[in-house]
């Protein structure tokens, strides 16, 4: 595998700036907040309230560069809503609050019956100081090796020189902007919301400021310790067995599609030598050209991994590709990296990455023979070789210990984030509560009854005491035996 394809697949100088443990020194306004909405490509529009608000880039120089952070509050529908708001941290690293909330609104959406959505936008994201670098065309056959790895990270750096110091766009940095939010706008105590890498954000916030925190909700949890990426290549060739074997399960899918593991093994054997196809756009139906090759095997492997519904289209997918019509799969390669440069600010993603985890990726067992391959590693050391790395306080990787109320959601075939991982994460937690959803992937968090359980959660503050037999009305999706749609 490329190294280039490590870059396409990140679900990426000390700094002398203050650790994030230093309160923001004095009060700023409070924020004006006018009506807005919130919207999105994928997602209904939501009414909401919008305003700015400016904060030092380097903390330990308030009076140098400011940067000015989008905030957004979707307001509860009661005359008289509570005092603790619920904030939502997106994931990524690189993905905006405001600009995904609209996408996971409905699991927020029972909630806003007594209680405010805040959304601070992570520095670096969004319109807030954005640190945007473009990815490595997936149909180019270059950029192949570390050395391409590099002058694709100081490409971006020199968009961004004068402008903006990537050393002060890590988590740390975020968890100082919204205190500095809290207590502009008087607020006493937040109820956190992470999905994703937003767990790492809402974990970290917990440990530092622990008298703002009422509760804390987290949705496909990563722990503490592990540096993002170390376990991509296991975890997805777990959830792409998981797939197979469910496959092999159903004698619809047995018999239309054989066994999907060894197609897929056979189809890695065999873009090793990339072959140039041919196919239309599948949205604008322009034709193109491109190599089959494992950016696009792997790239599709992933990500359709992520949601049941995708996952459930894998095997036709693959199928179609190992009998020599790989243009199905190849369209889908187009749809999933061209979004991906609005989706994900890979300048921020660097910032957090190199700064928080680069130094302590290991070449794991085994990773070799995996799908993904053993690449990734090199491909983060070699940008950030390039990236100026922020600090990473000296306890950033110790468990998060809390007797605060904690609800922790995995899904069950979750790809990136699987459940083992909520597991160790709960251990330190004494007053927390890990539910899986039978079923899903990536960021269950508004499938089913969640919603109603979230709100009962934040409500009550006694996770150990929800009934949550609801999700188990949930279950496996039917596979695609065609394009018409899953089987019945």
Request: proline share 10%.
């Amino acid at each position: 595998m490329s190294l280039r394809t490590g870059s396409l697949l990140v679900a990426l100088a000390l700094a002398l700036a203050p650790g994030p443990e230093a309160a923001p020194a004095g009060a700023a306004a409070s924020p004006a907040f006018e009506p807005c909405d919130l919207r999105s490509a994928r997602a209904a529009r939501v009414e909401a309230e919008c305003a700015r608000f400016e904060v030092p880039e380097d903390p330990g120089a308030p009076d140098g560069r400011r940067i000015t952070l989008r905030l957004a509050r979707v307001p509860a529908r009661g005359s008289n809503p509570q005092p603790d708001p619920v904030v939502f941290l997106a994931g990524g690293p690189g993905q905006s609050a405001i600009e995904t909330y609209p996408a996971a609104h409905s699991a927020f959406r029972p909630l806003l019956g007594g209680r405010d959505v805040l959304l601070v936008e992570q520095r670096g994201t969004g319109e807030s100081s954005p640190l945007k670098c473009p990815l490595p065309d997936w149909k180019d056959p270059g950029a192949q090796d570390a050395a391409a790895a590099r002058r694709q990270a100081a490409d971006c750096l020199r968009r961004y020189e004068g402008k903006a110091d990537p050393r002060f766009y890590t988590t740390s940095d975020y968890i100082r902007d919204v205190e500095h939010v809290r207590r502009a706008l008087g607020i006493a105590q937040f109820n956190l919301a992470g999905g994703s890498y937003g767990t790492r954000v809402a974990l970290e916030y917990l440990r530092r400021h622990p008298d703002a925190v009422r509760s804390v909700f987290i949705d496909s949890v990563v722990p503490p310790e592990l540096p993002l990426g170390q376990d991509h290549a296991r975890n997805l060739d777990e959830a792409l067995a998981g797939i197979a074997a469910r496959c092999n399960a159903e004698p619809r899918c047995r018999e239309r599609f054989g066994d999907v593991a060894a197609r897929l093994r056979q189809l890695k054997q065999r873009v090793k030598v990339p072959r140039r196809v041919r196919f239309h756009h599948p949205q604008t139906h322009a034709p193109l050209e491109v190599l089959f090759s494992e950016v696009a095997l792997v790239g599709v492997a992933r990500i359709f991994s992520y949601a049941p519904q995708s996952a459930a289209l894998l095997p036709l997918l693959v199928s179609e590709a190992a009998q020599g019509r790989p243009e199905p799969l190849l369209a889908q390669a187009e749809l999933l990296y061209s979004s991906l440069p609005d989706a994900l600010a890979h300048g921020m993603e660097l910032s957090v990455i190199c700064a928080e985890d680069a130094d302590l990726i290991k070449p794991q067992p085994g990773d070799a023979e995996t799908l993904m391959g053993a690449e990734f590693g090199a491909f983060i050391e070699a940008q950030c070789a390039v990236w100026p790395h922020g600090r990473r306080p000296a306890d950033f990787k110790q468990p998060v210990v809390s007797d605060k109320p904690v609800l922790l959601l995995s899904g069950q075939y979750d790809p990136v984030t699987p459940p083992r991982y909520a597991d160790q994460v709960a251990s330190t937690l004494s007053n927390s509560r890990h539910l899986v959803a039978k079923g899903q992937g990536h960021t269950p968090m508004n499938v089913g009854c969640m919603p109603r359980l979230l709100k009962e959660f934040i409500e009550t503050l006694q996770p150990k005491s929800l009934d949550a037999s609801c999700l188990d009305a949930l279950g496996d999706t039917p596979f695609f035996l065609d394009y018409q749609g899953p089987a019945p």
